[in-house]
């Protein structure tokens, strides 16, 4: 069962440049997000999309934008990193956005800004 | 916004004792869920409580939500090397048709064998 994959795993980028992340489930699930986990900050919600083409920001969404153009497919991209963007980013997907919603993240990717 | 403060941030225990970690807020959840995260891994729920005062078990873990749905706890009993990980609880609240979920900062819990 491959779940939730997140392709790269790590990536150092340099200011300025830019890069896109990519996210792929297999589950079918309706609901996807981009979260990053910084230190003491917690898992924040950068942007997330409630089905096929569409795409809505959450409570960190500057400097990122996102595209969702298949159901299974979720991309992050950074058109101007900064260092600001160090961080973990995590994908997850879920198939209700409701009470007892279930969100199944992958393991991450490891972005540094120098 | 709505903030969900887990305390304690870090704990460090012996293999076989108990321990409980806090998650509270001001504000009111229609649900409340715990996640584990292993290092280099994503979150893995745990656990949803739906119910003032629901109370789950998953063998050596119990989860508590409070009765205003304001809170919860974990609670661990005789602790393994293997719930070592950082716990994190969200919060689920509704308004204008639409689902939040707002995750707190976590409780990093290492068991020392």
């Known amino acids: 069962n491959a779940g939730v994959t997140q392709t790269p795993k790590f990536r150092v980028l340099k200011t300025g440049q830019s890069m896109t992340l990519l996210c792929a489930q297999d589950m079918n699930h309706e609901y996807m997000y981009w979260y990053r986990q910084d230190p003491g900050m917690g898992l924040r919600l950068i942007h997330y999309?409630?089905?096929?083409?569409?795409?809505a920001k959450g409570e960190v969404p500057d400097g990122y934008n996102v595209s969702r153009l298949k159901k299974q497919n979720f991309l992050l991209g950074l058109e101007s990193a900064a260092p600001s963007q160090t961080s973990v980013y995590f994908c997850a997907s879920s198939d209700y956005g409701g009470t007892n919603e279930k969100l199944f993240f992958g393991s991450g990717t490891q972005l540094s800004v120098l | 916004t709505q903030l969900l403060e887990q305390s304690p941030q870090f704990l460090s225990i012996q293999e076989g004792e108990n321990l409980t970690v806090y998650c509270n807020s001001s504000?009111?959840?229609?649900?409340l869920q715990w996640y584990r995260q292993e290092p280099g891994e994503g979150p893995v729920l745990l656990v949803t409580v739906v119910t003032g005062g629901e109370v789950k078990k998953l063998k050596r873990l119990t989860f508590q939500f409070g009765d205003a749905r304001k809170d919860s706890s974990l609670h661990i009993t005789a602790a393994q090397p293997g719930d070592t990980g950082l716990y994190l609880c969200a919060g689920v609240s509704s308004g204008a048709g639409s689902y939040q979920l707002t995750f707190g900062k976590g409780t990093k819990l290492s068991v020392i064998p």
């Open positions: 999309s409630v089905g096929e083409g569409t795409t």
């Open positions: 504000s009111v959840f229609s649900s």
